[in-house]
């Protein structure tokens, strides 16, 4: 009788051809997404792209192209090629796992790659019973059956491990709802709450402060629910090259005015608050001068901005529950040859609870180091900073890392192990009890070749005494 057609839909979906195209279609597009740069704005690819490209740019929504529809939509067949995959192939796995393999014709013992005959001396009950005590010593856990000419054992391992792949199609399928869960488009245009997901980003001065960041998608306000403030910047060049080698940004985080948390947030070091995380992603120079003042013994940093028009603002701060004060007495500008401004020399006053004032000269850009009685200082003016931060809320990526560990479990299983199978048939042969053992597994034959030796060899065929199994 010819077997049942499959519905021709039904098989087009569950197809391994179809994989392989929506798998080379989401890496060939991926590649795109990672040439082009992600969330700029309009006038931006017009500048880098050309007017022709930026419209193709915005057209295909190139620009945010991991939250484009297309791509989505590329993740949800790809999704749904898996699920029927699975689904079509997943019962024949449970009717091998399942199976009865004591209904095996113990004559295909002897035609198995893997097989050994040994003799075994007492009786046929008594060849049973130590065939069986063998293996359970030995950690495989047996079933038995009569048959015709003697009985038949089996007893089998890692039959679980049939399913690695399918844990390895779950774990994708986790990871992508995980990026779904975590998309803004959802967030906005299904949920309707744009607080939901998101990213964006803020450039933030020195000692400045905000509630809210710009969302890359439409440049609109989103609130944070908290405060963030730069307390300071500081960046790194590489010698005789205005090439960054490295910066960083001091934040806090402030509720109802109070603070929370403060850490120095680096490249690939973000900071993260109530699921929301904080990237150092840029810096800005914003050609005004700046004190920064740091305690050599605590390493507390003391940031005032200053005012060119104004010098001579008197900046206070709390240095061991007492006031410490600094002003700039005066400055005047150095020159150098052809009349050329190559510098600015300021006088400094700095005053704390210990000792009379200090005063002494610092010119712009250099350090210093002043001594107090009781605390010693770095003092510099330099350029004022605003730290450029990308800022994401990202709640599927819990998803993401189960789906990842989901993975690892289902390649090991995959890969890694196998479903083994012993079968032992003690019969008589010449009158005297035999027993005929034979093995198969369906993954590292080679390994399971070793193992099967070392189980046939290590039976002796005599009248042995075992310590139970544990």
């Given amino acids: 009788m010819a077997s049942k057609s499959k519905n021709p839909i039904w098989a087009f979906l569950a197809s391994v051809k179809l994989a392989l195209l929506l798998i080379t279609l989401l890496a060939s597009t991926s590649i795109i997404g990672t040439v082009i740069e992600q969330n700029q704005s309009a006038e931006h690819y017009v500048q880098k792209q050309g007017e022709f490209l930026a419209q193709l740019i915005q057209i295909f929504n190139l620009g945010d192209m991991y939250n484009s529809v297309w791509f989505l939509s590329l993740l949800g067949a790809f999704s749904l090629n898996l699920i029927v995959c699975s689904l079509d192939r997943i019962p024949t796995v449970i009717k091998v796992v399942r199976k009865d393999n004591l209904t ?5 013992l002897p035609k198995m790659k893997l097989h050994k005959e040994k003799r075994i ?3 046929l009950d008594t060849a049973k019973e130590e065939v069986m005590q063998y293996l359970h010593h ?22 679980w491990t049939r399913y690695g792949v399918y844990v390895v199609h779950l774990s994708i399928l986790v990871i992508l709802l995980g990026a779904v869960i975590g998309s803004s488009n959802l967030a906005t245009k299904i949920l309707g709450n744009r607080e939901f997901a998101f990213k964006g980003g803020i450039s933030l001065p020195e000692t400045a402060q905000s509630d809210f960041i710009f969302s890359y998608t439409d440049e609109k306000k989103i609130p944070l629910g908290f405060t963030v403030r730069c307390n300071y910047f500081e960046i790194e060049f590489y010698p005789d090259s205005s090439m960054p080698k490295d910066y960083l940004s001091s934040l806090t985080i402030l509720e109802e005015g109070k603070e929370v948390l403060t850490k120095i947030i680096e490249v690939n070091k973000p900071l993260t608050y109530k699921g929301i995380t904080f990237y150092q992603s840029s810096y800005n120079n914003l050609k005004s001068p700046i004190i920064k003042l740091r305690e050599v013994t605590s390493g507390d940093v003391h940031v005032f901005p200053l005012n060119p028009q104004n010098y ?9 529950g007492s006031k410490a004060m600094i002003r700039i007495q005066s400055a005047r500008p150095l020159y150098g040859p052809n009349e050329k401004i190559i510098g600015t020399e300021m006088k400094i006053w700095m005053m704390d609870s210990d000792g009379p004032p200090s005063m002494f000269p610092l010119t712009y850009g250099e350090p210093v180091l002043v001594e107090r009685p009781k605390a010693k200082y770095t003092l510099t003016v330099g350029p004022h900073f605003a730290t450029g931060l990308q800022v994401a809320k990202d709640p599927g990526v819990w998803w993401v890392y189960t789906g990842c ?19 032992v048939h003690v019969y008589e042969k010449d009158g005297q009890p035999v027993a005929l053992f034979a093995g198969h597994a369906n993954k590292n034959s080679f390994g399971f070749a070793k193992t099967f030796s070392s189980l046939t060899q290590g039976f002796t065929g005599k009248t042995q005494s075992f310590t139970p199994h544990s």
């Fill in 104 to 108: 095996t014709d113990p004559e295909r």
């Fill in 312 to 320: 001579s603002v008197t900046n206070t701060w709390q240095q061991g």
């Fill in 138 to 159: 030995k950690g495989w856990k047996t079933d038995s059956r009569d048959k015709e000419y003697g009985t038949l054992f089996f007893s089998q391992k890692g039959a």
């Fill in 405 to 423: 560990a989901l993975m690892l479990i289902g390649l090991y299983m995959a890969f890694f192990m196998s479903h083994r199978k012993i079968w």
């Fill in 121 to 123: 001396s007492g009786s």
